[in-house]
C-alpha cells in the first residue's frame, strides 16, 4: 500500500472516530431536547397556576395581616380593661374608643361573663342576646384545651353585627384571661373593607375574588359578577354536575385542611379556573376566580417563548457539534502523529532513551494512585566515582558510560517496569505489582546486573553503581515519601563503601538518613 493509501485510510478512520459518536451525540441531544419539549409543554399549565396559587396566597396574607394586626391591638388593651368594668367605666370606654381610633375595628365591645358587655361609646348591650351569640360560645368552648397563652384570640364571621343593621362583621373575640367562661373583648371588623386588596386587573379582568368556609359559605366576594358565587355559595352551582362532583369534594377536603389548590369548571358561559390558599385563620380560604381565556393565553405566550427557545438551541447546538467535528477531525489528522512524536520527545532521556526525571516521576505517581494497594519496588542508584570517571576518562566516555547503562539495564526488568535517569548519574526504577518473595529476588537481579556491567568500546570500564531501595506502600504511600526513604537507604548504601544495595530500614539507614535529610535541610533554610 502506498503512501497515498495509507493517509486517505488513516483520514477514513479519523473522519469516522469522529463521525459516529459525534451523530450519536446530536441524536442524543435531539432527543433530550425532545423529551424537554414534550415535558415543557405539560409543565407550562403548571406554572401558571403556580403563579396564581401564589397570588392567592398573598392575598390571604393579607387578610390574615390585616385580621390579626387587630386582634393583637386588642390583647394588651383587653387584659388592661379586665377588672375595670364596674370600678372605672370612664376608663373602660376610653381604652374601647383607643381600639376603635387606632385598629380597623368600627365597634369593640367589652363583655364581661354574665354581665351586660360595654360599648365604645359607653352603651351597654345585652350580648346574649344577639343572634351570633352562639357562636361566640362554639367558638371559645375549646380554648383551654389548645391555647397556653393567658391571652386567646378567636374570629368568627356573622352575616349582621346586631349593632349596626345591615352590616357584614368579622368578629375577632379576645379572651382575655384565655378561659371559656371569662371576660371577653369583641372587636368588629367592617367585612367589606377586605375589598380594597383585591385587584382583578392584573389577571386580564373579570376575575373574582371570595374569602369562603369549606362548605363553600362566601364570607365576602369582590370583582366580577359571576354565576360561581350563586346564593353566595361557591359549590351551590357545581355539586349537582356529575363532572365536578369530585374536584368539589377534593376542594372542600383540601380547604378543611388548609391546603392550597385549584379546579378548573364551567358555569353557563363562564369557563375558569379557581385557585384557593389557606387565610390562615379558622379554616376560612382565599379564592380567585381567573377566566380561562387568560390562563390559556399565558400558557400559549409562555409556550411561544419556550418553543422558540427550544428551536434555537437546536440549531446552536447542531452548528456547534458540525464545527467542534470538522475542526477536530482536521487537527487530529495533522496534529496525530507529530503530537505523539512531541509526547515521546518530551519524556525521553536523550543520552539514554529512558524516562526523563519528570515523565519518570509522573508514571510512578499515576501508577501509585491507581494501585494504592499493590507493592511495588523503587530503587534509586548512583554510578559510584563517577565525578573520577569525567576527571580521569572524560565527559565523553562518562556520557559513553550512561548511555550503555541506560541502554542495558532495561532488558533484565519487564516492559512496563518503569526506568528513568533522573539526575547527572542517577537513576530512578520502579517495578510494578510485586509478592514479597519477588523483593529480594529483583533487588539480587539488580546487585547481579552490575557485577558483569561493562561499558566502552575500546576501552572497557566495568562500573558499580550504589543502590537504595523502598517498598510501596510500606515506606511510603505517596512519591514524595517513597523517593526519600529510597534516598536515605542509598546514603546508607554509600556509607558502608558503595557497590551495595541497602533496603530502607536496614539497620543504620534510619538514623544516619535521618541525619542527613536534617542537614540538608538547614542548608537550604
Known amino acids: 500500500m502506498g503512501d497515498t493509501q495509507v493517509k486517505k485510510a488513516r483520514t477514513k478512520a479519523a473522519v469516522m472516530q469522529w463521525f459516529v459518536p459525534t451523530c450519536l451525540l446530536i441524536a442524543i441531544v435531539i432527543a433530550m431536547l425532545i423529551n424537554f419539549s414534550v415535558k415543557s409543554s405539560r409543565s407550562v399549565a403548571d406554572d401558571v397556576n403556580m403563579t396564581l396559587v401564589d397570588d392567592a396566597k398573598e392575598y390571604a396574607m ?60 359607653g ?77 382583578g386587573i392584573r389577571y386580564g379582568g373579570g376575575t373574582f375574588f371570595a374569602i369562603v368556609e369549606p362548605n363553600g359559605s362566601v364570607i365576602e366576594k369582590a370583582g366580577a359578577e359571576t354565576g360561581f358565587l350563586a346564593d353566595d355559595n361557591i359549590w351551590s352551582g357545581l355539586k349537582d354536575v356529575p363532572a365536578y362532583k369530585e374536584s368539589v369534594a377534593r376542594a372542600m377536603v ?85 503530537s505523539r512524536k512531541l509526547e515521546e520527545k518530551a519524556d525521553t532521556d536523550l543520552l539514554t532513551s529512558l524516562n526523563n526525571k519528570l515523565a519518570t516521576e509522573r508514571k510512578i505517581k499515576e501508577y501509585m494512585g491507581e494501585h494504592p494497594q499493590e507493592q511495588g519496588l523503587l530503587f ?30 532495561g532488558s533484565i526488568f519487564r516492559a512496563s517496569d518503569i526506568i528513568g535517569r533522573t539526575g547527572g548519574d542517577e537513576f530512578t526504577i520502579f517495578l510494578k505489582n510485586l509478592s514479597d518473595a519477588a523483593l529480594e529476588k529483583e533487588a539480587a537481579k539488580l546487585g547481579d546486573f552490575f557485577k558483569d556491567f561493562q561499558a566502552g568500546e575500546y576501552v572497557k570500564y566495568a562500573a558499580t553503581a550504589s543502590i537504595g531501595a523502598a517498598v510501596f506502600p510500606r515506606d511510603g504511600k505517596d ?47
Open 62 to 121: 393579607r387578610v390574615n395581616n390585616e385580621l390579626v394586626k387587630m386582634s393583637d391591638a386588642g390583647k394588651p388593651i383587653g387584659y388592661l380593661m379586665k377588672g375595670y368594668i364596674s370600678s372605672n367605666k370612664r376608663f373602660m370606654v376610653e381604652m374601647a374608643e383607643a381600639l376603635c381610633l387606632n385598629t380597623a375595628a368600627y365597634e369593640v365591645v367589652y363583655y364581661p361573663r354574665g354581665e351586660k358587655g360595654l360599648l365604645h361609646d
Open 123 to 199: 352603651t351597654q348591650v345585652e350580648i346574649t342576646e344577639m343572634p351570633y351569640f352562639p357562636q361566640i360560645e362554639k367558638a371559645v368552648r375549646n380554648i383551654e384545651k389548645d391555647e397556653s397563652e393567658n391571652v386567646a384570640v378567636r374570629y368568627i364571621n356573622v352575616g349582621n353585627d346586631g349593632l349596626e343593621a345591615g352590616r357584614k362583621a368579622i368578629i375577632a373575640i379576645v379572651s382575655v384571661d384565655g378561659k371559656p367562661d371569662g371576660d371577653k373583648l369583641l372587636m368588629y371588623y367592617p367585612v367589606e373593607t377586605l375589598c380594597r386588596f383585591f385587584d
Open 254 to 338: 383540601r380547604m378543611e385542611s388548609k391546603i392550597t389548590g385549584s379546579f378548573q369548571a364551567k358555569i353557563g358561559g363562564e369557563n375558569r379556573t379557581c385557585i384557593y390558599a389557606p387565610v390562615g385563620i379558622n379554616d376560612w380560604s382565599m379564592v380567585i376566580g381567573v377566566n380561562q381565556s387568560y390562563v390559556d393565553d399565558v400558557r400559549t405566550r409562555e409556550w411561544r417563548n419556550t418553543k422558540k427557545m427550544i428551536y434555537q438551541l437546536v440549531a446552536a447546538i447542531l452548528i456547534f457539534f458540525g464545527l467542534v467535528m470538522v475542526i477536530n477531525i482536521i487537527n487530529k489528522i495533522k496534529s496525530g502523529q507529530e
Open 380 to 409: 534509586v542508584l548512583d554510578i559510584d566515582n563517577f565525578k573520577k570517571i569525567n576527571d580521569t576518562l572524560g565527559h565523553a566516555f562518562g556520557d559513553e558510560v550512561l548511555r550503555t547503562l541506560g541502554h542495558s539495564i
Open 479 to 525: 512519591f514524595e515519601t517513597l523517593y526519600k526513604a529510597a534516598d536515605t537507604a542509598l546514603y546508607v548504601a554509600k556509607k558502608r563503601g558503595k557497590s551495595q544495595l541497602a533496603f530502607y530500614g536496614d539497620e543504620g539507614s534510619k538514623s544516619e538518613g535521618l541525619k542527613r535529610v536534617e542537614a540538608e535541610s538547614r542548608v537550604h533554610e
